[in-house]
């Protein structure tokens, strides 16, 4: 039977040579691979400062900390996102306060963010879902109006803009993931990218135990004695997963074109037999991170295309209905009736540099014929 994955990944040779010369240096953690790619990532992006860390979770978690969100804040936030956005608001210690989506694109509904702002109000994590960006234009003029923080969430987007503006650009920090399915990935791993230099520098020290130097320049050049100065994290990564990122970040556009030229096939295909699909918004250029259809027979195309060898994910079904946040938070189905409907319905279907033309058309065939027959059509 044909397989076809969800994901491959697009590590090659040049990568592993990379890691391979590493692995014969002396020092395998932090002796400048990585700050070679926080470099090059912050040129990529057009922003001031990269600080690489072990996972977007611990990116959103380290923003929070250094902009002082904490105890009895609450932050506003998507319940159609990974778990991970609004746990890193719980990991801080504030409360998440979801507010309802779009149901075209599934970001937040900037139209419905200010009715959810309370005196307890201290930020917004917009979340750029498969790579389509929020109306950041819309959400930076309500956060100057309130005095709020915004914490990108670019888990999804990396390489995407929308009316001239890029990830990074109008928040106070973006957090980005290179965990294993992401547009680039070494495994695990995450960054924030900011502006602020002086965010910046809580954020170096935040991500390896609040130490005022790091292992670096500890151990490879002449000593210095070093201090901890405020209680950090152990959420650096090595050498070894940097060294995975730098020649994928010089391809990162090559790959994202051959994606966007296989997404635009589903699309002529999908229009032409009437299936929805999430489209990325006017003015937008999206990362191509998921190729998301919706149907009402969500769970029966499911089955379909698993009998058929196809891998599929489902992104997401909603934050607040998970057993942790309804026992815990008081969460119930009807919160947020758009993100429950578009969660009801979503399926994300393989999208990635390697899939070939000839097994999208046999995803298409089989979306397609199995809805028609769902339909009695
Ligand atoms: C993957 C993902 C995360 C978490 O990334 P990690 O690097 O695994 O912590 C956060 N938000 C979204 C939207 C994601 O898809």
């Given at each position: 039977m044909r397989k076809i994955e969800f994901f491959k990944h697009n590590i090659d040779q040049e990568d592993i040579a990379r890691v391979v010369d590493v692995l014969q240096s002396?020092?395998?953690?932090?002796?400048g691979v990585t700050k070679e790619f926080e470099q090059k990532f912050s040129e990529y992006l057009g922003i001031k400062n990269t600080i690489v860390v072990n996972s977007c979770t611990a990116a959103l978690h380290l923003s929070l900390l250094a902009l002082g969100i904490g105890e009895g804040d609450e932050v506003i936030t998507t319940p159609?996102?990974?778990v991970a956005t609004s746990n890193s608001i719980l990991h801080a210690g504030a409360k998440p306060v979801f507010v309802d989506i779009e149901e075209?694109?599934?970001?937040?509904d900037a139209n419905l963010i200010e009715a959810a702002i309370t005196p307890r109000t201290k930020a917004i994590i917009p979340v750029h879902l498969y790579g389509s960006m929020c109306d950041m234009k819309k959400i930076k003029e309500i956060a100057d109006r309130h005095r709020l923080k915004i914490i990108e969430d670019c888990a999804h987007c990396i390489e995407g803009e929308r009316d001239g503006i890029r990830p990074g650009q109008l928040s106070d920090a973006a957090c980005f993931s290179f965990y294993?399915?992401?547009?680039?990935?070494?495994?695990e791993g995450g960054a924030i990218s900011c502006n602020g230099d002086a965010l910046a520098e809580k954020l170096y020290k935040l991500r390896l135990h609040g130490i005022n130097k790091d292992a670096a320049s500890r151990y490879t050049s002449t000593y210095k004695h070093w201090d901890m100065e405020v209680l950090g994290w152990k959420y650096n990564i090595s050498d070894i997963q940097s060294a995975l990122l730098i020649g994928q970040l010089e391809k990162i556009e090559d790959r994202l074109a051959k994606r966007e030229e296989l997404a635009r096939f589903y699309e002529v295909e999908f229009d032409k037999n009437a299936i929805i699909y999430v489209k990325t918004p006017i003015g937008a250029k999206s990362a191509r991170h998921l190729f998301v259809i919706k149907t009402d027979k969500r769970d029966e195309v499911i089955a379909e295309l698993q009998k058929s060898g196809v891998a599929i994910a489902v992104n997401y079904l909603p934050i607040h209905l998970n057993s942790f946040y309804k026992q815990n938070?008081?969460?119930?189905?009807?919160?947020?009736p758009v993100a429950e409907k578009f969660g009801s319905q979503c399926v994300s279907l393989p999208l990635y540099p390697k899939l070939d033309l000839e097994s999208i058309s046999y995803i298409c065939k089989t979306v397609s014929s199995t809805i028609r027959e769902l339909h009695g059509v």
């Open positions: 002396v020092f395998l953690t932090n002796a159609m996102s990974f075209d694109t599934g970001n937040i294993a399915t992401k547009n680039i990935t070494s495994g938070m008081g969460f119930r189905e009807g919160d947020y």
